[in-house]
């Protein structure tokens, strides 16, 4: 069971950079998702989320109008489209899936992948 992030890198503010987040093992389809960051120094911040019931996703304030979550059932995973990035975008972003059965939560987390936003 494992849940892969990829496709961060360096990227020009104003760029655009897609990042995403693969599973094996297990169907991510069935889990909510959620994108998280952490910049150096700051704690980490929920940014984004996918349910697992329909394909809406939510924003935080500070990404919302910019990044767009989508499910790539194809690859059994999950995009997220980050244009007009900002300097202040530069962390390590990690996916997280979430899904409660039983009254049990079962959680798996990705390693993170690097996004810098610099020119």
């Known amino acids: 069971v494992q849940l892969q992030a990829s496709g961060g890198g360096l990227v020009q503010p104003g760029g655009s950079l897609r990042i995403s987040c693969a599973a094996s093992?297990?169907?991510?389809?069935?889990?909510?998702v959620v994108w998280l960051r952490q910049a150096p120094g700051k704690e980490r911040e929920e940014i984004s989320c996918?349910?697992?019931?329909?394909?809406?996703?939510i924003y935080g304030d500070s990404v919302k109008g910019r990044f767009t979550m989508s499910r790539d059932s194809a690859n059994n995973g999950v995009i997220l489209q980050m244009n007009t990035l900002k300097p202040e975008d530069t962390a390590v972003y990690y996916c997280?899936?979430?899904?409660?059965?039983?009254?049990?939560?079962?959680?798996?987390w990705g390693q993170g992948t690097l996004v810098t936003v610099s020119s």
């Open positions: 996918i349910s697992s019931t329909d394909d809406n996703a």
């Open positions: 997280n899936a979430r899904r409660l059965t039983d009254g049990l939560l079962y959680t798996y």
């Open positions: 093992g297990f169907t991510l389809g069935r889990y909510a």
